[in-house]
């Protein structure tokens, strides 16, 4: 049992530690793993919680009120009207270094801009290449997880859906796939030449071969920010 468990060839696993058993029994014997049974669930929340401006959208842009006792050093970077507010950002930054970029250690005190306005929160740039319109379409919120992908085919490659809860609630069926390097409004249109062959959802056991192997696996979840399956590297093992 530990040889079909743990060994990644276990016919050369028995020959070498039970050189005594019959050698029909080597020849079959196959490695275990351990199964799961998919997520196939589709409630849940729509998107996440957090709204951000949708104002610069078309800018690849979202842009989030931080409270300075969550800012740290990378968001003071991306602080919005930086330039113009030099003196504050100057101010914060030098703050957050004397704490070690602790904000909340930080900012336990009310924290007062040159002439004495108290600053309880600035507003920080972050890059939103997809999510969902909230609020007539002023803010902005990222993607829950998704509850399936769809696999398309065209000229002997693979096309990937992505399907999300505020999708399946809204009853939307997307037909676009990730394409490496742009933005979501972007990506590839699956039109009548493609072809719909499956559909995966978490904990899916997936063949995938490569070039040079194939690799037996359960889907994990899927990266929708470019090309490629997100795995847990303990599900893999070669074919």
């Known amino acids: 049992m530990e040889i079909r468990i743990f060994s990644e060839n276990p016919k050369l696993g028995l020959e070498n530690r039970l050189p005594g058993y019959p050698q029909y029994n080597h020849e079959f014997v196959q490695p275990l793993f ?21 104002k610069r959208l078309d800018e690849g842009l979202s842009v989030l009120k931080v409270p300075l006792t969550q800012l740290k050093l990378s968001d003071l970077e991306r602080m919005v009207n930086r330039e113009r ?6 101010s914060l930054k030098a703050h957050l270094e004397q704490f070690g970029n602790d904000p909340a250690k930080a900012f336990a005190e009310p924290f007062h801009k040159k002439g004495g306005t108290v600053v309880k929160a600035v507003r920080v740039e972050q890059t ?35 399907i999300y809860k505020w999708q399946v609630a809204k009853r939307i069926l997307p037909n676009k796939a990730v ?40 889907l994990r979840w899927f990266r929708s920010c470019n090309w490629g399956y997100c795995y847990q590297r303990t599900r893999f093992r070669e074919i």
């Open 34 to 54: 351990v199964s799961r049974m998919p997520t196939r669930k589709m409630t849940g929340k729509g998107h996440m919680e957090t709204v951000k401006s949708a």
């Open 85 to 90: 507010e030099d003196a504050l950002y100057q």
């Open 128 to 162: 939103q290449k997809s999510g969902v319109l909230v609020r007539d379409g002023n803010g902005v919120a990222d993607n829950t997880s998704m509850v399936r992908v769809d696999v398309f085919t065209k000229a002997g490659k693979y096309f990937l859906v992505p």
């Open 179 to 218: 394409t490496a390097g742009v933005d979501e409004i972007d990506w590839l249109e699956m039109d009548s030449s493609y072809q719909f062959i499956f559909t995966m959802y978490a904990n899916d056991l997936v063949k995938v071969k490569l070039k040079k192997r194939s690799i037996l696996g359960l």
